[in-house]
């Protein structure tokens, strides 16, 4: 058989729902592996995210290209029997409830590691299996919180600003992926199964490039407060008006002289106002007022943005969704993929970001309906006949719908 | 002899500077790999980024530890004979130049990979290695610009929100990371070398969880705008003040029926304006000024957090500055900020790896290292350079070093 990706052969069985394992399990599906995702009978709560057409969410059609789907009634014995089946011939296992969940169905690490010593278990979570928080239920903007990341965006003295997407969520569910692959690595080359514990709290904290050594190394002295459109230390960094949108400019390198003489403001290059990053950070007002005046004197925020690029000075549109969209730079890089839905009809997503030369084209997934694959599933993998599957279904244990 | 992390014996060969390349070179270094850092003569510019502590960058030790690092004049032909040397024996290349500088120095995928087939390399950039805007110098918030991030971000009629951190840098390193480790399995599996091209843009892109299918799916119907404090889409789902202080709550599950009784608002709950979370979002300044009312009459955030949270299972977090994450219990527990002790720049705290692996619970001690530190180690070891070779090539200025 025809090699179809990186992860080809590798069992995945996974227990996630909504956003943050199902990306993880995504990008293993999108890597050729096979998953069979296992929801409750009420289904994963995803599929009741917006847009919802037919009865079927485009939101979980996104999250969840390429999955088998099995639906069982995990609080009976004999649904759990079914996962140990199959975890007991899987590679890896992927869950995100709340922790403590999993011991409750039987199905924490302790449990299985006996069932399957070579397994590798990843558990994703918002603030991680231990600890005083790690029982509260979770969610992308509970974790941007705790994190630091939403303290660090808004205006200085009014609410922290809403980030109008769950990076936190997709992002760590791509720290999953990476943590599970190296387990597959490391279990390749003999190192046996283990346990991942992926968490927002720790990926969003990560995300602090600069601000915690800052703050320890200056003994609390230097503590960014959330700096509104402008950097808060490092100047021009920020967003500048023009012509009633916004540019964003980033010139804290070799930039600053070609933008200088740009805006006509040589005088600036030799004035002990802002001689270095640090003095241009603190007289910073001065710096974006001798901007905002040379784009509004330009044409349009076209002409400016041309001019800024002739001149080396890092430079870009703020862009809605629609606009990304269709700008011909994320069209050439098919940025976004359609898949063919067989309820929705197409829908559009955001295309993997992982680029491979010898796997240029994304293999065409699909979303599972709700319980689709159950009796390819019990068959094929576990053996089970028609009438054991028949009699599951009428004794409630496992479920189809068709959405 | 057992392996000493995930990624033990594998050879990396790292020519990236800043965040994004070098962010991902750490996480290999962390997961156990072999990471030789070559630097231009001048070093690494986040060399020289706040907090400088005895000629010292803190910034240059976070995203930097547990690499060699060697100084070379990169456009020398004797250097491009060295680092072609050293491709050879890798497993892995990395850059994260603007795309066609590689090309200039010979290192571009199409040189590599004729003198290793096998080799996996990376590119890291803010927009791609083709296209339009391929060829623009790059940074995070370019990237967070032109993916609709920032545009998502901030006031609905004022400008969008700057984040106070470099997220797209690090989280596209870990991206990097991911692809590496996967072509890395690849070629263990016997697949062969190959090149990855990782970009800021596809991976913030990436992160509109809902924005893109939602806009899409509706036929332009609800297009996606930054809504400040408050979610787009769905409601309850945003800030809240309490006391002088912020809190997040989320409540857009069963978790809305809870929050309605502690509200004294139980006839909300076969309200038809608040149905759904959708229909909720018309009508959600009124739920809003609800939650507010109720805050007033806590006026502690922390206290509030207890209540919605431990009392009535509502998800809730107060809003932390990141000192106060830093000295969080609960943080402090799972051990989310490191040490490392730097020879010269003493102690920093950075944020620990995020991966947690139960067979490798101990992260390794790992160190930044000064500019070329490694030089003579390297040419000697790896490439059986003689003594006179290294001196001649510092002495013409191919090798260079500094101590910090």
Not at chain 1, 84 to 92: C, G, R, S
Not at chain 2, 385 to 398: D, F, N, P
């Amino acid at each position: 058989m025809a090699e179809q990706h990186i992860l080809s052969g590798i069992k995945v069985v996974d227990f996630t729902h909504f956003v943050a394992g199902p990306h993880c399990t995504r990008l293993l599906a999108q890597h050729g592996a096979e998953v069979i995702k296992v929801e409750p009978l009420t289904g994963d709560p995803a599929r009741g995210l917006p847009f919802v057409k037919d009865k079927r969410s485009g939101c979980f059609i996104q999250h969840n290209i390429g999955k088998k789907n099995l639906c069982l009634d995990l609080g009976r014995s004999e649904a759990q029997r079914i996962c140990h089946e199959l975890i007991k011939n899987a590679d890896v296992m992927v869950e995100n409830f709340t922790p403590g969940a999993m011991q409750r169905l039987n199905m924490d690490w302790e449990t299985l590691k006996e069932i399957n010593p070579e397994l590798i278990m990843c558990s994703i979570s918002c603030l991680g299996q231990t600890g005083p928080l790690s029982r509260q239920p979770g969610f992308d903007y509970i974790g941007q919180a705790y994190s630091g990341i939403m303290g660090s965006i808004g205006d200085k003295d009014g609410y922290p600003s809403l980030t109008g997407m769950a990076f936190g969520d997709v992002s760590t569910g791509a720290h999953a992926y990476g943590a599970i692959v190296s387990a597959l690595f490391h279990k390749l080359h003999g190192g046996g199964g283990q346990y991942l514990d992926i968490s927002l709290l720790d990926c969003l904290f990560s995300y602090h490039a600069a601000h915690v050594q800052m703050y320890a190394a200056s003994d609390g002295a230097v503590n960014p407060p959330r700096c509104g459109h402008h950097h808060a230390l490092l100047c021009p960094l920020g967003l500048f008006e023009c012509h009633g949108q916004y540019v964003v400019i980033v010139a804290i390198g070799a930039q600053w002289e070609n933008l200088l003489k740009l805006i006509g403001r040589e005088d600036m290059l030799t004035d002990p106002l802002f001689v270095d990053l640090l003095a241009r950070g603190v007289n910073q007002q001065l710096i974006i007022d001798a901007i905002e005046n040379w784009l509004a004197s330009t044409t349009d925020i076209d002409d400016a943005l041309e001019k800024l690029k002739q001149n080396h000075v890092p430079c870009a549109p703020v862009l809605s969704i629609p606009e990304v969209m269709e700008h011909p730079h994320m069209v050439g890089r098919e940025i976004v993929q359609t898949i063919d839905d067989k309820l929705f009809g197409p829908v559009k997503i955001p295309a993997s970001p992982f680029k491979y030369s010898l796997f240029p084209e994304p293999l065409n997934l699909q979303a599972g309906t709700l319980g689709e694959h159950n009796h390819q599933i019990l068959s094929d993998h576990l053996g089970y006949s028609d009438e054991q599957i028949k009699q599951l279904e009428i004794d409630g244990i496992s479920a189809v719908a068709n959405a | 002899m057992a392996r000493k992390h995930v990624l033990d014996g594998v050879k990396v060969l790292d020519f990236s500077h800043y965040v994004a390349g070098p962010h991902c070179t750490r996480l290999m270094a962390e997961a156990g790999a072999d990471v030789i850092k070559v630097e231009a003569l001048v070093g690494d510019s986040s060399r020289q980024l706040p907090v400088i502590k005895e000629g010292r960058s803190g910034y240059y030790i976070q995203h930097n530890r547990g690499k060699k690092c060697m100084a070379l004049d990169l456009r020398s032909k004797e250097a491009q004979d060295i680092c072609h040397e050293l491709a050879k024996q890798s497993d892995v290349v990395i850059e994260n130049f603007t795309p066609g500088v590689m090309k200039k120095y010979n290192m571009d995928w199409a040189s590599l990979s004729k003198i290793n087939p096998d080799l996996v390399m990376c590119s890291i950039s803010c927009l791609g290695q083709e296209g339009p805007l391929s060829k623009f110098p790059g940074f995070d918030y370019i990237g967070q610009a032109y993916s609709g991030i920032m545009g998502m971000t901030g006031q609905v009629d004022g400008p969008p929100a700057l984040s106070g951190m470099a997220f797209g840098d690090i989280s596209t390193g870990a991206h990097a990371y991911g692809a590496i480790v996967s072509a890395l399995y690849h070629k263990a599996n016997g697949g062969g070398g190959q090149y990855l091209d990782m970009t800021l843009l596809d991976c913030l892109f990436s992160y509109h969880e809902m924005n893109v299918q939602v806009y899409d799916a509706s036929g332009g119907q609800m297009v996606p705008k930054r809504s400040g404090h408050q979610h787009s889409f769905v409601a309850p789902l945003g800030l809240f003040k309490c006391g002088g202080r912020y809190l997040v709550i989320v409540a857009i599950g069963p978790q809305w029926v809870n929050l309605c009784k502690l509200l004294g608002k139980e006839e909300w709950v076969d309200d038809p304006r608040f149905a759904d979370p959708v229909i909720r979002n018309e009508n959600r300044d009124e739920i809003s000024a609800a939650i507010e009312a109720w805050l007033d009459t806590i006026g502690d955030a922390e206290k509030a957090v207890k209540i919605l949270v431990e009392d009535n299972h509502v998800p809730a977090a107060p809003v932390l500055d990141v000192p106060e994450v830093m000295e969080h219990p609960h943080m402090v527990q799972r051990g989310i900020v490191q040490t490392v002790d730097d020879p010269k720049f003493g102690k920093v705290k950075i944020p620990a790896s995020p991966m947690k692996y139960s067979q490798f619970q101990e992260p390794l001690e790992l160190q930044a290292s000064s500019l070329g530190q490694h030089n003579e180690e390297i040419l000697r070891e790896r490439l059986n350079y003689s003594a006179e070779q290294i001196a001649s090539l510092t002495e013409a200025g191919v090798l260079g070093s500094k101590d910090n």
